[in-house]
Structure formats: C-alpha cells, structure tokens
C-alpha cells in the first residue's frame, strides 16, 4: 500500500502543553482511518497541523510523496486536503446551496470569474451542487439559508462542503457529534459508499460508529500515538482502554453511550 | 555623520520630544483596545480638551501655579471623559469594531466642534512655564528647555508605566486582561470595572499630554486628528496593548514627523506610510504585538 | 441583516432573473436621471448630477463595507486621488472627454493598489486603524505636495471638460456625461457583485477562515476587490473634477470618507443601490441645510453617527462580531 499522507514528529506546544507530541501518522490511499482518544488528546490539533490552520512547531507533513509542511492552507486545500470542523463553520447569510457552490466552484468551475457566470459552466456547477446535497440527503433543503438548518443538518452540509472540493485526503472531526440516529446512519451509509479515490481521515468518538467505517485506527493519548491498528486489535488491546478509562474495565469502554460534542468526558487533561 | 548629526540635532531632539508626547497618548489608546477591545477614535479630541484647558488656566504665560492647576484640571476633566466613553460604548460590548468606531467618532467630531465652538478657530499658543520657557545650549546650538523637559517627562512615564504594568497587582490584572479577558471575569474580576479604570486613566494620560503639549503644537481646530493619526499608527507600529511596542513606536514616529520633514519637507507623509508599510509587511500584528489579536496564521 | 431589499435578491443557485419589478424601477430611475435636464432648474441639475458623483462613491463603498467586510474609513483618498488627478491632467495635459476620466479611474486604482495590500491582511479593528490612517496620510499628501497639489488651495481653474473641440459648460450636457460615466461605474459594480467572484466575497464577509480552508485566498480577493472599489472611487473623484472645477484637500478628507459611510449605512450596507439612493440623502441634506450650520456640518454629522450606531441594534453594516464566530475559529 501506498503511503497518501504520511507525518514524521509532528509537535506543536500551546505554551507549556505539548499538545501533539512528535506524531508519526501514515495514512494510506484508499483507508478509512479513525483517530481516537479521550477529550484533549490533541486529536483536533493534530487535524489542524495536516490541513495548514495551525502551524507546527517542527516535523513535517507529506501529501502524496509532495512535502506539505510550509504551504498555506489554500495551497492544501487545491492539493486536495478538504475538511469538516468540530464546530459547525458555514457562511451563515447564504442558502445551502449557495454554500456548496462556493466549493463547487472553487474546485470544479475552473477560474473564478468577476463578471456575472453565463448559462453554461453555471449549470454545470448547479448539477454538482444538486448531486452532493442529494448525497448528503439534503436535496429538499438547498433553498433554506444555514442558519435555518438543524444541528445535525448543518453538519451534513459541512460534510457536502467539505465533498465538493473535491478531495483526495478526507478529514472529519466528529462527523456525527450532536446527530441524531437516523442522522448518523445517513452519514454512515454517505461515507461507506465514498469512491474508493477518496481517502478519510476522521475523529470520532461514538466507537460504534468507529468499528462500522474505519479499516485503520489510531489512538491518541496524551498528544501522542499510543498505536496504530486494524480495529480488531484495537479493541482488545488494554492500553487503549487505559488510557480512556483509566482502568481496565473493558466492558465500560464499549458501552459508554456516544458522547455528545462540546461535554467534558472523563478523563480530560489539564 | 557628526556634522549631520549636529546639523540635524535640533530636529532629532524635537522628534524626540513629540515622540514622548505621541507614546503619553498611544498608551492609552493601546491599552483600551488591548484590554477592553474598544478602539477610541476620541482620544485625539480628548487630547485637544487638555490643549485648550492649558490655554484658558494658564493664558499665555502659565506660571507654575496655573500649569498645575492646568495639569490637575486637565487630569480630572480626562478621568470624566474617560467615564463617559466608557459608559456610551457599554451597550455596544458585543457589537462590531466598525459600530464602536463610529461612535467613538461621532463623539470626536462632536467634542471637536464644541472645542471650536468655544475657544475659536484661532491657534491658541501657550509658552512653557518659567524656568522651562528658555534655551540650553546643546553642542553649540541653543534648544528650548520645555523639549528636554517633555522628553524627560516622557521616559519617566514610560518607566512608571512599565514598572506599573510589570510589577504591580494592578499591572497583573491590566496583563491578564490583555491575553484573556473573559478568564479574568470568570475569576470574578469586574470586567466593566477594569473597563471604566482603563478608560478613565487613558483618558486622563490624553488630556494630559494635551496640556503638555500646548507650548509645542499650540491648541487648535484639527490637531485631535493630527494627533489621533500619529498615535493610531504608534500603536499599529508597536503592536496593540504592548507598552514597549507604543514606546518604541512612539519614537519612531517622533522622528518621521521632526527629522522626516526637516529633511524632506513635500515627501515627509510618503515617508510616514512607508514606515507603516514595511513594518506591516514583515509583521502584521506589529512589532511587539500579539499574532493573534492581527489575525495573522498561527 | 439591514439590507432588506436585497433579501430578496436572486439565491446564487438559481438561474439569474431579476423579478420584473426591479427591472422596471431601474428602467424607470435611468429614465427620469436622464430626463431630469429637460424639465429641472439649473440648479436642481446640478444637486442631481453632484448626487450621482457621491452616489457613485458611495456605491464601492458599499461594495467594500457591505458585500466584502470591509469597513474602509479612508475610502475618500482613492476618490480624491482620482479627483486631483483628473483636475490636474486636464489643466497639464488634455481635457478631452473621457481621457482625464481614465486618469482618474487609474489613479484611484493604483493608489489604492499601493495602499491596500497592508489593509486587506489586517483584520478587524486593524483594518479601521490601518485605512483610517492611510486615508489621512493621502491627505497629508494632498495638503503639503504643493507643486503638484496646489497645497491647502486645492487646485482650482481646472478646465471644462471637451467633447470634439467644444467645452462642455451648460449643466444638462455635464449632467449627461456624468450621467453616462456613472452608469459606467455602476455596472462594473454590479457585475462585480452578481459574479462568482462576488459571492466569494460574500464568503468571505460571512466567515473567512472557512473560505481559507476551502481553497480560496482570501487577502488576494481582498486586495483585488479594494483595488476595484478604489478604482471606481478614482472614476468617481474625476467627475467630481469635470463638475466641480475645483479639487480641495476636503474632498479627500475624513468628512468626506465619513459621509460616504453614513449614506452606505443608511442604504442598508449590502446594497449598491441603497447606497445611491443614501448617497442622494446626504447630498441633500448637506446642500439644504449645510449653508444655515454655519461651518458646524461637523457637528451633525456627528451626533447622526452617534445616533445611527445606537438605533441600529443590530449593527450598522450588519457585520457580526468576533467574525466566524460559531465556528472557523480554533
Ligand atoms: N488554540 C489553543 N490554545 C491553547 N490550547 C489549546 C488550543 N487548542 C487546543 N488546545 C489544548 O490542546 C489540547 C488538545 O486539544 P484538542 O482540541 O486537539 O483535543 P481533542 O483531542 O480534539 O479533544 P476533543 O475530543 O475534546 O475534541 C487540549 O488540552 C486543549 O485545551
Ligand atoms: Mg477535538
């Protein structure tokens, strides 16, 4: 398998809290990777260190053989880094679809145009909108503006917003934090059936959710990688529930009822 | 380079004098954005109250006497002004910075034309006090005293201000309140309380470097803007709430605006925005700013 | 937010069709601005023309302050650059029609090339900071570069604008040129608005460290829109010579920037067309009962600002505080 993201000691400090700790991380082309691990385990961080939003203190990020670390956050979003935020983030004034077709523009319609678009390549940015909504089960809501929308259909529309530009390497920061369980199911089947060209890399704590979609896993503990694994191995091996719980009471691990984003879980860091 | 220097001397030591007016008014400009998140565009205007109250106490020819009742007065009226801005921009605490700008010129505009309402549009020029109202001869030239004063008055606010921000429980709060400002009102400090002590000292430093300033600019219509432009980019320069950043953008400025237009008369505003310019461009935040409070990637 | 006309303003993805009651209105407006000389007084002619220049600056104002985010208080310097400009290429050089227009448009957009790149990386209170001062500085300019300025004078005995060989100097005619050019400069507005580039501007007004990580740079679209906004400012400030005659230091002053804020804010922000018809108030207003102020318009202006920002609670440009907020922010 070939290596599509690969990061070598990755750091980076918020004042005396190392919160990614030298990180090594190999995601290969194709996966479903989860990234877990308790509340402050640097998981985001560590999202935001690959997509450019935060910068590192040192290591480095290759994406597809090509050395990432010092490009802008524009300049990984046209290689095809594309994420979805923890916190909902879209452009509050605009319909749902115009928030698509923003994307949809960027990386589908070629130049951005400053004169009004003509009839053709207008259309064509339209069917790409209409396509992602309706995979995103939003296909009845495109004419609502955003801030009309429910909590988990916002996070819907951040998943279609982070599909239509078009990427190659997938991140999601709890997709499925604050949906509901049909929600949740959607977004399930929705990643399931990605084409095999798109690489995801996602954060989730709703384990359940974790064993249905990811072919890898990583945990995170502390700011560093506590291992890397097929889910199977992952499940059973006693430092993860160490590290979760504090004990090494299996039973709890897998039990506990997915927790809603935003509330702290035991145990946190400092 | 010693001909230069001694041929240029006299605008040197005036820029360094404006430069430590400019730091006096910047600070508090500084500070009340960098604590409170409140840009100030009265502060020019608050400086010009000092100017003209200088002039009405102490006429012409202030003696001691009148220039510190002037400063007295002067420091009082600042307090007041800084209370009432304080109290004005509290409905606005969660709305934009464009929305408390406007206001805060709105005010400006309004506290101007009431200035000129009331003392005229004429150049209202004071001499410095007895005793600083001479000449010193420095390296051959002879320099008035009053300069050398304001720049002496000037170092030593910057020291007290310093050791204030850095050594005290009260400099504790002003810096914590910089970096978070909801952490301290969650350890109960009151934040409108901080606001109003803020406000009220920046404002009672303007006023006071208006008085200050009197012998040098003379009080007149359209030097609250002058002056609101010189210590908007002081702090721009030096990076918003650092008290090293408005000094040593205060001095620097002081000697665009003296030594700049002494030597390059037509050419010394290119020369203002190119500073402000290259300093921008290597560093958004500023000199000694913050990289966040600019926006700028982490 | 306080853009209520532009509610109701085609959504992105729909086929572009303004309703046909808009389309009426604008027909109807060009119609009566390009009649006005027929019927009107000279001097109601000039107020209207005088009306359409400030208009038309307010109008890139508003392309700044309500579609982008960008709350420029020194815009007037790129409409008083391309005022001296203009004044002084027809004195110098030419003042053939449209030439010292093109001047004028250039030189509002290079100047503000040259000043806005600082600006548009700034955010926030810096951005109000940063085009605050630059605004005053271009002033300073204006008022000490007095070879080329003519000093706190302003330059003054510029030429009547020429059409062929014959002057232009009845006020129907002027009221037309203006006219003309204006609609020039608004529908380079509005295109620019209507566009895809536009709505990532809109984007970028909304919530900028999203449209970051969706792959657009921001400062770049910043900067170009700026320079866009500066350069029909430019177009703006060389009517003002053609009508005027006269270019002072004031006309790039910060009362100048101030008021073309003022008729932005009341137009609703995000309107290109609110902002002419907000324009066309303050015009109004100033030239009505300016004269009886006594040389304290400054002190009304003032107390309006201080009313405007307390009677519009939700904000007078209806930008939202700590920008992104609800999400984008790490
Ligand atoms: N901008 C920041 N400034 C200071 N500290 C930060 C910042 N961002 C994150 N941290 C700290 O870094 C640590 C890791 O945070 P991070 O958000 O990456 O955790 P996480 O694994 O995503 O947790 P969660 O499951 O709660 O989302 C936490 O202790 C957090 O408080
Ligand atoms: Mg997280």
Redesign the interface.
């Known amino acids: 398998m070939n290596p599509l993201l690969s990061c070598r000691d990755l750091s980076r400090s918020f004042g005396a809290l190392k919160a990614v700790d030298a990180v090594d991380l190999t995601v290969h082309a194709g996966t479903r990777h989860a990234l877990i691990g308790p509340n402050g385990a640097g998981k985001?961080t560590l999202l935001?260190l690959l997509?450019g939003?935060?910068?590192p203190d040192s290591g480095t990020v290759h994406l597809g053989g090509q050395d990432i670390t010092r490009l802008?956050?524009?300049k990984r979003?046209?290689l095809g880094l594309?994420?979805t935020?923890q916190?909902?983030?879209?452009?509050?004034?605009?319909?749902v679809?115009?928030n698509v077709?923003?994307?949809v523009?960027?990386?589908r319609?070629g130049t951005?145009?400053?004169?009004?678009?003509r009839?053709g390549p207008?259309r064509h940015v339209?069917r790409q909108?209409d396509r992602l909504l309706t995979d995103a089960g939003l296909r009845n809501r495109?004419?609502l503006p955003v801030s009309a929308l429910s909590h988990g259909e916002a996070k819907q529309v951040e998943l279609a917003?982070a599909l239509?530009?078009e990427p190659r390497l997938l991140l999601l920061d709890e997709p499925g934090a604050g949906m509901s369980p049909a929600e949740s199911a959607r977004l399930t089947e929705l990643v399931l059936h990605l084409p095999a060209e798109i690489t995801v890399l996602f954060i989730e704590h709703d384990l359940d959710l974790v064993f249905a979609l990811a072919t890898e896993v990583t945990v995170l503990h502390l700011g560093k990688v506590l291992l890397t694994g097929a889910p199977g191995d992952i499940r059973d091996d006693p430092r993860v529930q160490e590290a979760y719980l504090g004990t090494s009471r299996r039973a709890d691990l897998f039990t506990t009822p997915p927790p809603t984003s935003g509330e702290p879980r035991v145990p946190t860091r400092p | 380079m010693g001909s230069w220097f001694e041929a240029n001397l006299v605008s040197v030591l005036n820029g360094g004098a404006i430069g430590c007016l400019l730091f006096i008014l910047a600070i508090g400009l500084s500070l009340v954005f960098g604590m409170m998140n409140v840009l100030n565009l009265a502060h020019g205007a608050v400086f010009l109250a000092g100017a003209f109250i200088g002039w009405r106490i102490g006429g012409e020819s202030p003696t001691w006497g009148t220039f510190a009742l002037a400063v007295g007065a002067a420091t009082l009226l600042g307090l007041l002004a800084g209370a009432v801005l304080s109290a004005m921009t509290e409905p606005l605490r969660n709305r934009s910075h464009l929305d408390q700008a406007l206001l805060t010129l709105g005010i400006a505009l309004v506290a101007a034309e009431l200035l000129s309402m009331t003392f005229g549009n004429d150049v209202r020029a004071t001499n410095a006090p007895p005793g600083l109202d001479g000449t010193v001869p420095v390296l051959g030239t002879d320099y008035p005293v009053y300069r050398l004063f304001l720049i002496a008055a000037g170092l030593l606010l910057a020291v007290t201000a310093w050791l204030v921000v850095s050594r005290t429980a009260a400099g504790a709060v002003i810096r914590a309140t910089v970096a978070d400002r909801e952490m301290v009102s969650a350890i109960g400090i009151d934040d409108r309380k901080v606001k109003l002590a803020v406000f009220a000292v920046g404002s009672a430093l303007a006023a006071v470097a208006g008085v200050l300033g009197g012998p040098v600019y003379g009080a007149r219509p359209g030097l609250d803007s002058t002056v609101l432009i010189l210590a908007l980019v002081v702090v721009v320069i030096g990076g918003l709430g650092s008290v090293k950043g408005a000094l040593i953008g205060a001095l620097v400025i002081g000697q665009i605006e003296s030594l700049g237009r002494a030597l390059f008369a037509e050419a010394a505003s290119f020369i203002l925005f190119g500073a402000l310019a290259v300093v921008l461009v290597l560093r958004p935040q500023g000199l000694f700013g913050r990289a966040d409070m600019a926006g700028a990637p982490r | 937010m306080s853009a209520p006309a532009d509610i109701a303003a085609p959504a992105e993805g729909e086929p572009r069709k303004p309703p046909p009651v808009r389309v009426l209105v604008s027909v109807l407006a060009a119609v009566l601005l390009a009649a006005a000389p027929l019927f009107l007084a000279p001097y109601a002619i000039s107020t209207l023309t005088r009306m359409l220049v400030f208009g038309l600056l307010a109008a890139s104002l508003a392309l700044l302050v309500g579609v982008s985010g960008l709350p420029s208080l020194g815009h007037a310097a790129y409409f008083g650059a391309g005022a001296y400009a203009a004044g002084w290429f027809a004195q110098n050089v030419s003042a053939q029609a449209p030439l010292s227009l093109l001047v004028a448009a250039f030189t509002g957009g290079f100047v503000a090339a040259a000043t806005g790149w600082i600006a548009v990386r700034a955010r926030g209170v810096f951005f109000l900071m940063l085009t605050l001062a630059i605004g005053e500085i271009v002033h300073q300019v204006a008022d000490s570069w007095e070879s080329v300025t003519g000093g706190s004078n302003g330059l003054y005995g510029i030429p009547a604008t020429e059409v062929g060989g014959a002057a232009i100097t009845n006020v129907g005619v002027l009221h037309w040129y203006v006219l003309a050019a204006f609609g020039g400069g608004f529908a380079v507005l509005w295109a620019v608005k209507a566009s895809p580039f536009g709505a990532a501007l809109r984007g970028i007004h909304d919530n900028e460290p999203r449209m970051r990580s969706i792959g657009y740079p921001t400062s770049l679209y910043k900067y170009a829109v700026f320079v866009v906004a500066g350069t029909v400012a430019g177009l703006a400030g060389g009517l003002l010579a053609a009508q005027q005659r006269l270019v002072t230091p004031a006309d790039l002053g910060f009362t100048t920037a101030a008021l073309a804020l003022l008729a932005v804010i009341i137009g609703g922000a995000r309107s290109l067309w609110g902002a002419c018809l907000g324009a066309a108030l303050v015009i109004f207003v100033r030239d009505s009962i300016g004269p009886s102020l006594d040389g304290h318009g400054p002190l009304l202006l003032g107390v309006v600002f201080i009313l405007v920002v307390y009677l519009m609670p939700n904000g007078v440009a209806g930008i939202r505080i700590g920008r992104g907020k609800g999400g984008g922010k790490p």
């Open positions: 985001s935001k997509t939003l935060l910068r802008s956050e524009v979003s046209r594309s994420q935020m916190q909902v983030s879209l452009f509050p004034s605009m319909t679809a115009e077709a923003l994307a523009r960027r990386h319609g951005i145009s400053a004169l009004p678009a009839r207008r339209d909108v495109d004419t917003l239509a530009c």
